[in-house]
């Protein structure tokens, strides 16, 4: 009499299949009430000192990238372990080498041009979830790495220029931009910059000036000031999102080995003749749509 083994799977967290049209769960509110958002035709920027809980809030939404059957995620870490556990569920990872990073951001141009040249000819101004394409979501931890230390001068220009023609371009296309920094000042976050980001998080700042920087002119003399939050509650922030007024939120986390788990299951969901999407089969993020 043979037996046959059985693979145990309490491990794997099978599921529905998300999608980057739905909502994404970030954390809950003050009241404890949930808080959700819709990032596929949107962008999201995050500011606040080191340690406030931005890595967190990528993560999150991180995960749901990873999860999702219509999602491609481009990820730029110059630091490479903040958004590291993510990049075999990526089509591309990039870490501290401003060519590569040049490189990746001249080709998701081209993506998004494609992708307008088509909508143009359907008639069309901004793609759907019954389009059948890829939401490819870009994820930059640390802006000031690549625009303002690494690479020369001018090549810190091309990146600005690049991300902000992305960022301001890419919404209708299927293409948006997540971005952190720890430095929220003029220098990294022009205003030309930040208002192009319709989604923004400040974690704790040490100045009015920084949290305004990020949530936009005036909301600190409003009482929307990022420096009352303590240093000690990581991962608190004021988000402006659905409704454009800030609202006090706690990010949800995230532990190592709960993101391990996921970026596991995740790419092996993405393996090849698994779930997938009319065009989400890897290319070199070139001329394909």
Not at 228 to 247: C, F, H, K, M, S
Request: charged share 20%; proline share 5%; glycine share 10%.
């Amino acid at each position: 009499m043979t037996t046959t083994a059985t693979a145990s799977t309490s491990a794997v967290p099978v599921g529905p299949g998300l999608s980057m049209f739905d909502p994404i769960f970030v954390g809950i509110d003050e009241f404890g009430q949930p808080v959700y958002i819709t990032l596929a035709y949107r962008n999201l920027l995050a500011g606040g000192e080191p340690g406030g809980g931005k890595s967190g809030l990528l993560n999150c939404i991180a995960a749901h990238a990873a999860l999702s059957v219509d999602s491609r995620l481009v990820l730029l870490d110059g630091k490479l372990v903040e958004l590291g556990q993510w990049e075999d569920c990526a089509d591309a990872f990039i870490g501290p080498d401003i060519t590569e990073a040049l490189t990746v951001l001249r080709r998701l141009q081209v993506v998004m041009n494609n992708r307008y040249a088509w909508l143009r000819a359907h008639g069309r101004r901004k793609l759907t979830a019954l389009d059948g394409l890829s939401v490819i979501t870009v994820l930059v931890d640390e802006i000031a790495f690549y625009s303002a230390t690494v690479g020369s001068k001018q090549e810190q220009e091309e990146f600005v220029a690049l991300l902000r023609d992305l960022v301001a371009r890419g919404r209708a296309a299927g293409i948006p931009v997540v971005a952190a920094t720890q430095r929220p000042s003029f220098d990294i976050i022009p205003t030309s910059l930040r208002d192009l980001f319709g989604y923004r998080a400040a974690f704790r700042c040490t100045t009015p000036n920084s949290s305004n920087i990020v949530l936009g002119h005036g909301w600190a003399e409003q009482g929307y000031s990022a420096t009352d939050i303590q240093p000690t509650n990581q991962g608190a922030a004021y988000l402006i999102a659905e409704g454009g007024v800030p609202r006090r939120i706690k990010v949800a986390y995230l532990s190592d080995t709960q993101i391990a788990g996921i970026a596991d299951y995740a790419a092996w969901i993405r393996r090849p003749g698994a779930l997938t999407t009319p065009d989400s089969a890897p290319v070199e993020l070139g001329v394909a749509a």
